[in-house]
C-alpha cells in the first residue's frame, strides 16, 4: 500500500513542477512588451538619441536572444573548427551586424500591435507565433527558441516564412567556400564600419 501511494505522490509532485515551468511565450512576452515600450518611447526619438535608444534595445533583446546559439547555427560546421576565441569573436561580429539590420528596422516602429497566436513546444525547443498588425496589414512572425538553465530563448526568427538563421547560412556559405573563415570576418567588419560610416 505504501509504495503505490509513494509512486502517487511523487508522480503529482512531478506534474505541478512540470506545470509551473514557463513555456516560451511566457519568457518572451515581457522581452517583447519591454522593448516595444523602448521603441514607442518619446524621449529616445530622432537620430541625436540612436545611441542611447540602441543600447536600451540591445539590453532588452539580449535577455530574450541566444546570439551565440544564432551564430553557431548560421555559421554551422565551421563554428565546430575554430577556437572558443573565435567563437566569440564571431558572435560579437554578429550581435553587431544583426542590431544594424534588424534593430535599424525596429527603429520605424509607429504603434504596431502584436498578437499572441501559437505556442508550439517539443522537449527543449518551441515556437510562439505572433501576428504584427501594421495598420492593417497581418505579418505572421515565428520566434524560434529553446530551452536553457534558466529560459527560454530566442535563436531564430521566421517573418514571413524566412529564417533569419537560414537567409544568413545561405549567404554566408559562398564566402566560406571561396575565402574561408577569415574571409567572412573581413566581410562582417567591412559591413559594420559601414554601418558606422552611415551613422556618423
Not at 516595444?36 to 537620430?47: I, K, N, P, Q, Y
Not at 516602429?109 to 495598420?135: C, F, H, I, P
Amino acid at each position: 500500500m505504501k509504495k503505490p501511494l509513494l509512486i502517487l505522490l511523487l508522480s503529482l509532485v512531478f506534474s505541478t513542477a512540470q506545470a509551473d515551468t514557463p513555456g516560451p511565450t511566457a519568457d518572451l512576452k515581457p522581452i517583447l512588451t519591454d522593448l516595444t515600450a523602448v521603441l514607442g518611447d518619446e524621449s529616445l526619438r530622432g537620430d541625436e538619441h540612436r545611441t542611447a535608444r540602441r543600447e536600451k534595445i540591445m539590453k532588452v533583446v539580449s535577455l530574450g536572444f541566444d546570439f551565440r546559439e544564432m551564430s553557431k547555427r548560421v555559421l554551422g560546421r565551421t563554428w565546430q573548427e575554430i577556437d572558443s576565441r573565435e567563437q566569440d569573436r564571431f558572435t560579437t561580429l554578429m550581435t553587431k551586424l544583426l542590431e544594424n539590420v534588424y534593430i535599424g528596422k525596429l527603429e520605424s516602429y509607429s504603434g504596431q500591435t502584436l498578437e499572441y497566436v501559437a505556442e508550439n513546444v517539443k522537449d527543449d525547443r518551441g515556437q510562439v507565433s505572433v501576428m504584427l498588425d501594421n495598420a492593417g496589414v497581418k505579418i505572421p512572425i515565428h520566434y524560434i527558441m529553446r530551452k536553457d538553465v534558466k529560459r527560454w530563448m530566442v535563436y531564430d526568427i521566421n517573418i514571413e516564412g524566412v529564417s533569419l538563421v537560414r537567409n544568413y547560412q545561405e549567404q554566408f556559405k559562398s564566402i566560406l567556400r571561396k575565402d574561408q573563415y577569415e574571409g567572412l570576418v573581413k566581410v562582417l567588419e567591412e559591413k559594420i564600419d559601414s554601418f558606422s560610416s552611415e551613422i556618423n
